[in-house]
């Protein structure tokens, strides 16, 4: 097995010539009824500070296993995982619910609170931590027109649409300021002219705050427009753009 | 594949929620069936109707096992003095129990001792010259005692009074007087004055008493007062003792004492009285005697040939009916006579010597039984007819002590040998056993007057009264006639018809001078001193308790159920005889008393015996109190069944809508849900009733395999009933459920600004679910309160009403199991709920989590979803028990109030501790899996 080499190239702004995100040896594998699936198999990445980085493969090739790994949503069998200088696999409690906190994370399947209006979806993060409301707060509405919600804050946010549903996750993402911005297939459950503007939207976001634009797809036309694309098959990384 | 396969698809593939079901059904299954078993009490009932408005002075009388006599069992008629006439049976641990029963104002216990005859020297000579002059006198003092209001009389023994200006001298061993006259020292053959001793019957002689023996034969040397010539009075005391405290409490007898001081606490002391070591017992004594006595009496003066018939030592039995001048005449009053006595039992030192010591002397005991009865016929009417039985003199015999000298005894009493209606027994002072703390003796403390005594009612006046003796009185004009138009008094014969009520009382503290360690003997049974036999059972002195119970006014349905309740605690905590005296009042009997020994002739009298007001029985009867516990922890089983079925018809729309896609009718829909929840139930029945019957085999408990089998109905009813709505629900399923996302979308829109906030919005996000976990958690808080507010305000019991009628509660064991299996469902519904939350919001917790909630945010908002839901249900529970308590009980104290306050902590406490398996839960949720599954 060829472990390629890790990917060293720096782009856009922001943090810009640092590593934002540094993998080594990451191996996850998931148990099933028959068989073992190997998810990650000894993968070895470098995502340069402010870069887009596009991650693509076939369903259940592991792209969102790279994704919640490194957003810490899941723990890796083996290996490590640096982002900004922090190692992410070694996070528990507190740190580790930070460390969630300081990144930003977009899912296919949007995954707002359906009980809570678009603006509380957004504060969400900051509920618990009474410091930080009214500031976030601010910056919600803020973000929400940014993300083009302005004059939605109010509605219940499972009464919006698939995109501006994806929209108000977007706007949760980076309600923290994320140095990281981790997408799941983002444009997975919209159409294409949502999808597109969705895409527009993270491009926008990386030009304007310099945030490192980690995301999964498996649609070449999207993944093209990134400054760098890795592909994984089983697991394992085939290779880059 | 048909219903039933993916009727078992569905078990199995839901495995952790059917377990659930299961367990629940299980538990709260065979918790019913075993509780149930307990369902059935020993129940105090009381039947009959009380016309009387009158109380007495206690509304329950303790008895021992075994002292009714037929006519009570039958009739409920109680005789007269039956109060006196039982001798121990019940323990001090046994009155000390009935002390501590909830409701018990008083328990005053009465320990029958026996009877005990004091005597007193009356002089009959105050007004005659007994002056010898230069010479020698002989007098004879003739007495006649009247009894039954002068219906029976007998003469008494003869007293002789030699009186001489010689010289006497005394044989002091013999106690015999000397004269010398003509040079001669003859022997007189009686007892120097100055000796002051009283020769009575010889001992071997009592078995055939006679009027010919000898009252007393006294020499005196020079002038004698009036005092040298006198009766010797006995009069038979009811010796009872008491609880001093609780005798005042109850009867007032504290508060009836005329002089003198009431009785303490103290134990017995020793003394030396008359030259004896003697245990000194606190005595308290009737200011008036309960018998009816008189006495006349002539004194003669013999002739001079008598004179020198005892100056030539021939003794005094030729001379018992020789003619004489009579010098003085005159009569006893009783009275008199009486205070008498109370004089020599206050001053020990009394000038009458050592019948100053026979008057406080109690070494000898006597015991009357029962009278019998035969019915019969008079003029019709049906009477009672006392029944004689054999006259026992020989209780009375004294043996010799040491060296066969006399001793100083008992005065047999007037009437001895009348007519005898009770058996008598004879307990006496085993003098010869020297190593003993000596005999007991009064240690007069004070009189009372029993007029004096609160609540000398008409009720007290019958004999369930304590210190009055029964009424007697003449049936016809003839009888009555017979009788002085007075009621017949009791006799000194003890033995006799009529009994005196108590005229002594000592403390319960002074019973071990009279227990068998105290050396008594019974002159009958045992043959030689020495042989212990003793009047008070060590073991179990007390005879009868009189209690008075709390918060009782009067004969009202309420008055009378609290009595119910406490005499139920009694008979179930002792097994003694309890009776309820409410509603107890006097039946006139009609009884024939045969003629007498003493001249009386055959009366039919009227006696005032007890019919009872109320009836006692025993019976074994459902609880239905506390069948209303054990059904309510079905009925919180069924709000947790319910949740959980519902749970799972709502978890598998989409897979009913596809059913229903498919073109299966909802009666289908319905029985694919039903009948899964039908046999979750019906194994959970099995089990069920294997655990209970199980657990009745290895506690003792009675769970029959029938009452076991009770699980599985209980389960089936239970869960059907819990599962209807939610199957019904499943019915409703359309085929667009198939398509619809399972996300239940609030009416508006929620803006919480905290972490309780978001948990208010959560917990009121599927409010039914949430209402009848509260529901649960409602219904064991009011369970806990109301039994906690009896247990620790009324101490286990209480009497109210409820919509009209008198209720009584009594808290079992079983009650607290039931609520204490109650609390337990409750809590189990509150983690339950949060469990359902957890499982079905999963991808919102997970999605909390990625965004950057810690673990401990995540606690605080399961945590307040399960506060919301204990705070409510505690509310409402609290609320609950108030309405309850304050309708039955009609008025709600502090005490109350806080009991029911700690019940609603006590119910928030277990919806917290309830979140606590749920909430662990949080760090196992798969977060990756749920924010990315379909």
């Not at chain 1, 410091?131 to 302005?150: I, M, S």
């Not at chain 2, 009465?110 to 105050?126: E, L, Q, S």
């Not at chain 2, 009486?338 to 000898?364: C, H, I, V």
């Not at chain 2, 009477?383 to 006259?391: E, I, K, S």
Request: proline content about 5%; overall charge positive; aromatic content about 4%.
């Amino acid at each position: 097995m060829t472990t390629p080499t890790p990917d060293t190239a720096t782009t856009g702004t922001g943090d810009s010539g640092q590593v934002a995100v540094r993998v080594r040896g990451l191996i996850k594998k998931f148990a099933t009824l028959d068989a073992t699936i190997t998810a990650a198999d000894d993968i070895d990445l470098d995502i340069p500070a402010g870069s887009i980085t596009a991650v693509t493969g076939a369903s259940g090739s592991g792209k969102s296993t790279l994704l919640h790994l490194i957003g810490a949503l899941d723990a890796p069998d083996a290996g490590t995982i640096e982002v900004f200088g922090t190692t992410v696999s070694q996070l528990h409690g507190r740190a580790l619910a930070d460390y969630r906190g300081s990144i930003g994370f977009v899912f296919q399947r949007f995954n707002l609170l359906p009980t809570l209006t678009v603006l509380d979806n957004v504060t969400a993060a900051a509920l618990p931590r009474h410091r930080r409301r009214a500031d976030t707060k601010e910056r919600a509405h803020d973000l929400l027109a940014a993300v083009g919600l302005n004059g939605r804050e109010h509605t219940l946010a499972t009464r919006l649409s698939g995109g501006q549903q994806q929209r108000v996750a977007i706007a949760r993402a980076l309600i923290n300021e994320p140095r990281l911005l981790l997408a799941d297939e983002p444009t997975g459950n919209l159409d294409s002219t949502t999808g597109t503007g969705i895409v527009e939207l993270l491009f926008d976001l990386r030009e304007q705050r310099g945030t490192t634009i980690l995301f999964a797809t498996h649609d070449p036309t999207l993944a093209r427009r990134a400054d760098r694309t890795i592909s994984i098959k089983d697991g394992q990384l085939q290779g880059r753009e | 594949m048909g219903l039933l396969e993916i009727v078992w698809a569905q078990v199995i593939r839901r495995g952790s929620r059917s377990l659930a079901l299961f367990l629940g059904l299980l538990v709260a299954c065979a918790g019913f069936t075993v509780l149930t078993a307990q369902s059935r009490s020993q129940e105090l009932v009381t039947r009959g109707k009380v016309t009387t408005a009158g109380r007495s002075a206690y509304d329950i009388l303790v008895r021992p096992q075994g002292v009714q006599l037929p006519m009570e069992k039958k009739g409920g008629l109680v005789q007269a003095g039956f109060l006196s006439g039982i001798h121990g049976g019940i323990s001090l641990a046994q009155w000390h129990q009935i002390e501590k029963i909830q409701g018990v104002e008083v328990a005053a216990p009465v320990a029958v001792i026996g009877y005990v005859v004091p005597r007193v020297a009356v002089p009959a000579a105050k007004h005659v010259n007994l002056n010898p002059g230069n010479g020698s006198k002989l007098f004879r003092l003739d007495t006649t005692w009247h009894t039954d209001n002068g219906a029976s009389t007998e003469d008494g023994r003869p007293s002789f009074l030699y009186v001489t200006s010689g010289n006497l001298t005394t044989n002091a061993t013999q106690s015999i007087a000397y004269q010398t006259i003509d040079g001669v020292r003859r022997k007189i053959l009686a007892v120097p004055t100055t000796n002051q001793v009283t020769v009575h019957s010889p001992p071997t002689q009592v078995s055939a008493l006679t009027k010919t023996q000898y009252e007393s034969i006294v020499a005196g040397d020079g002038p004698q007062s009036g005092s040298a010539l006198g009766a010797v009075v006995g009069f038979p005391f009811l010796l009872e003792a008491v609880d001093p405290a609780a005798e005042a409490k109850l009867a007032g007898l504290k508060g009836a004492m005329v002089s003198g001081k009431y009785l303490g606490s103290g134990n017995i002391s020793t003394a030396v009285v008359g030259g004896q070591s003697s245990q000194q017992v606190p005595v308290v004594v009737a200011s008036s005697p309960a018998t009816h006595i008189s006495l006349s009496y002539k004194i003669q003066e013999l002739s001079s040939s008598a004179v020198r018939h005892v100056q030539l030592g021939k003794g005094f039995d030729s001379l018992l009916n020789s003619p004489g001048v009579t010098v003085g005449s005159g009569s006893f009053n009783q009275d008199a006579a009486y205070q008498e006595l109370l004089r020599a039992m206050k001053n020990p030192g009394s000038a009458l010597g050592d019948t100053g010591f026979a008057a406080r002397d109690l070494s000898d005991m006597y015991v009357a039984g029962p009278t019998s009865y035969t019915g019969k016929s008079l003029s019709g009417a049906k009477v009672l007819a006392a029944q004689p039985q054999r006259t026992n003199l020989g209780v009375w015999q004294e043996p010799p002590a040491g060296g066969g000298s006399f001793t100083i005894g008992s005065i047999v009493p007037a009437g001895a040998d009348d007519t005898a209606f009770r058996n008598l027994t004879g307990y006496q002072w085993d003098t010869t056993n020297t190593s003993r703390l000596g005999s007991p003796t009064v240690a007069y403390q004070g009189t009372f007057d029993a007029s004096r005594l609160p609540g000398y009612s008409a009720l007290t006046r019958v004999p369930l009264g304590t210190y009055a003796s029964t009424v007697v009185t003449g049936a016809t004009a003839k009888d009555r006639k017979i009788l002085g138009d007075k009621a017949l008094p009791p006799s000194p014969n003890i033995a006799g018809y009529v009994q005196p009520a108590p005229l002594m009382i000592t403390s319960l503290s002074s019973l071990p001078a009279f227990e068998s360690g105290s050396a008594f003997w019974n002159p009958v049974t045992t043959d030689k001193p020495g042989t212990a036999a003793s009047p008070v059972n060590a073991a179990a002195p007390i005879s009868s308790i009189r209690i008075r119970v709390n918060g009782v006014t009067g004969v009202g349905a309420a008055s009378r159920a609290r009595v119910r309740l406490v005499a139920q605690q009694i008979e179930a905590k002792t097994h003694l005889l309890v009776d309820v005296t409410i509603g107890s009042s006097p039946a006139p009997q009609t009884i024939v008393l045969p003629a007498g020994e003493h001249g009386r002739p055959q009366l039919t009298l009227h006696e005032n015996w007890v019919k009872k007001g109320v009836t006692v029985a025993i019976l074994t009867a459902v609880d239905k109190k506390s069948v209303a516990l054990f059904l309510l922890v079905l009925v919180v089983c069924a709000l947790f069944v319910a949740n959980t079925v519902a749970a799972s018809v709502r978890a598998r729309r989409t897979e009913l809508g596809v059913l229903a896609c498919l073109g299966w009718r909802k009666s289908r829909l319905v029985a694919l849900v039903g009948i899964e929840i039908a046999g979750v139930a019906l194994a959970a029945g099995i089990g069920g009733g294997l655990i209970a019957w199980a657990a009745g085999s290895a506690f003792g408990l009675p769970v029959s395999p029938g009452r076991a089998a009770l699980a599985i109905p209980a389960a089936l009813i239970v869960a059907l009933v819990a599962g209807v709505i939610p199957a019904v629900s499943a019915a409703q399923a359309s085929p667009m459920e198939a398509v619809q996302p399972q996300v239940s979308v609030p009416r508006r829109a929620s803006s919480p600004h905290t972490v309780i906030g978001l948990g208010w919005v959560n917990a009121t996000r599927r409010p039914g679910r949430s209402v009848l976990a509260a529901a649960g958690l409602a219904i064991a808080v009011a369970a806990l309160g109301v039994i906690a507010g009896i247990l620790t305000v009324f101490r286990g019991n209480v009497v109210g009403t409820l919509l009209g009628n008198t209720v009584s509660v009594e808290v079992r064991g079983s009650d607290k199991a039931a609520v204490i299996a109650i609390l337990i469902l409750a809590g189990i519904g509150v983690a339950n709920v949060l469990f359902l939350e957890i499982r079905e919001r999963g991808t919102e917790l997970a999605t909390l989590q990625a965004i950057g909630w810690r673990e401990s945010d995540l606690t605080a908002l399961l945590l307040t979803e399960g506060v919301l839901i204990g705070v409510a249900g505690s509310v409402v529970g609290a609320g609950l028990a108030l309405v309850i308590l304050a309708v039955v009980i009609g008025s709600l104290s502090t005490g109350l109030v806080w009991s029911v306050l700690v019940a609603a902590l006590i119910g928030i406490v277990i919806s917290v501790a309830a979140t606590i398996p749920p909430v662990a839960t949080i760090r196992r949720l798969p977060t990756a899996t749920l924010l990315t599954e379909e």
